[in-house]
């Protein structure tokens, strides 16, 4: 039994070690401003189907983790990351029996809810962004969602890490 709870704590492990460096993977300059935002969604999936094993704490080490790693201004995405986990564990019953796109959906307003928290953190250092395109990691994440799903859900299945 501790060996399987070894397993399904490392293979959670290495779903936010690849969403990590899926975050930081070189991207052509017209497609950097779309780059979704991969630490998130693998967080949101991983409080969707086992909210007693991934909390709000995890959610701000991912984000404590993604400040370090994209070298921002450390907390600001901690922060972001803590109350996407939050919100999502309040409603992980309600999201887990809505139809693929309304989970898209859900995933866009998460996605735009941490984006305006790291705006709002930015803003107060004085660095605003220069364009829309600050908001496009929402749309291309919840456009996402639905294969980041499946191949998650597939993957936890043979690992079996679900409650």
């Known amino acids: 039994m501790a060996e399987d709870s070894k397993q399904n704590a490392g293979f959670i492990f290495i779903t936010f070690i690849l969403a990590m460096a899926l975050t930081v993977v070189p991207l052509p300059e017209w497609a950097r401003a779309f780059r979704p935002e991969w630490i998130t969604l693998v967080l949101v999936y991983w409080c969707l189907t086992a909210p007693t094993k991934i909390n709000v704490g995890i959610g701000w080490i991912a984000g404590f983790a993604q400040d370090v790693l994209i070298g921002s201004l450390l907390g600001q995405h901690a922060l972001a990351l803590t109350v996407v986990a939050f919100v999502t564990i309040k409603v992980h019953k309600q999201l887990r029996i ?59 299945r043979r690992f079996r890490t679900n409650n």
């Open 98 to 156: 809505y139809p693929m796109w309304q989970q898209a959906l859900s995933i866009l307003v998460l996605i735009a809810l941490s984006q305006l928290l790291v705006v709002w953190v930015k803003g107060i250092i004085g660095d605003t962004p220069a364009s829309w395109l600050y908001w496009a990691p929402s749309f291309t994440s919840a456009l996402l969602w639905p294969w980041v799903y499946l191949l998650l859900s597939d993957s936890s």
